[in-house]
């Protein structure tokens, strides 16, 4: 938790009619507006505040995170991943910042009206809830607690109106610190887990789409390929068993087998004598065949 505030020093900034005072925490009950989330932001930016001559934005954005992040498992609502609240924060922030440093040189109607509308949204909620339905499923499942109707109710009404409370906050908040941040990387490590299933899942039917393929190019092959002819009536093979039979010395007609060779004298186990001259007894059989 961060160290209490000195009233006495609090850092304010003014843009257009609205004050932004830096603040250690978090209102106890509700979710935090984005103007919340610069207030904080203002806090840990200020180099009392951080113990060292300066902390970074990057730096303060990861602690925010990770107190929004528990702030909302107070309320039993899942987050995004600790990582994506933290560019969200960053980019709330920068907004701000750069309307404020350029409030003096530009005042007119224009950045009146960019300022004012600014202020209007910083009122609304810093919305960080999972809309993933199965990222969510899968966190509620390692969690064990399962989001019930009222906070449902609750999310809702802190999107809008903003007038419920939750009344167990409290309670919760007393669990002690160590606990509550091994529950938030507990959550983080499944929902690497359930993204890495979401991605193998993807891969697979990528896979799967391309072996269909492969499949489908072997049959347009071997539809021309006149060295399939002679295996037509040899029982019914698939592809690829086609292609694993026909070697290169099966084609040339350059093969043997162990059993042939046994069985077959050596000068009658191929029809040509050389590559220009055919076995005399080839013709004679052919003759004896025609003339039956």
């Known amino acids: 938790m961060m160290a209490a505030l000195d009233t006495k020093a609090e850092a304010k900034k003014t843009l257009g009619t609205v004050d932004y005072v830096e603040s250690s925490e978090f209102a106890q009950g509700i979710l935090p507006t984005k103007k919340d989330v610069i207030q904080n932001m203002l806090y840990l930016l200020h180099p009392k505040r951080a113990g060292q001559a300066q902390r970074s934005k990057e730096d303060a954005a990861q602690l925010l995170a990770e107190l929004l992040q528990e702030h909302w498992l107070f309320c039993n609502l899942y987050t995004i991943a600790t990582q994506n609240i933290k560019k969200h924060i960053l980019t709330v922030y920068e907004e701000f910042s750069k309307l404020y440093q350029s409030r003096k040189r530009r005042k007119n109607e224009l950045f009146t009206q960019k300022a004012d509308d600014f202020n209007k949204r910083s009122e609304q909620l810093f919305d960080i809830f999972c809309t993933d339905a199965v990222t969510r499923e899968k966190l509620e499942q390692y969690s064990g607690m399962k989001m019930t109707d009222m906070e449902w109710k609750f999310l809702e009404d802190q999107r809008s109106e903003r007038k419920m409370y939750f009344e167990d906050f409290m309670d919760k908040k007393q669990m002690e610190t160590i606990e509550r941040r091994r529950k938030v990387e507990s959550l983080e490590r499944f929902r690497r887990i359930a993204e890495e299933e979401r991605e193998a899942c993807k891969r697979k039917g990528m896979t799967s789409n391309r072996d269909e393929q492969s499949d489908e190019d ?40 162990t059993s042939y060779s046994e069985s077959v004298p050596p000068e009658c186990q191929h029809i040509r004598m050389s590559i220009r001259k055919v076995r005399p007894g080839f013709y004679e059989t052919f003759d004896k065949y025609e003339n039956c």
């Not at 021309?224 to 070697?247: M, Q, T, V, Y």
């Open 218 to 257: 072997v049959t347009d092959r071997n539809k021309d390929d006149p060295c399939l002819e002679h295996n037509k009536g040899i029982g019914d093979f698939s592809h690829k068993a086609k292609r694993k039979r026909l070697s290169p010395g099966w084609i040339t007609g350059t093969a043997t087998s």
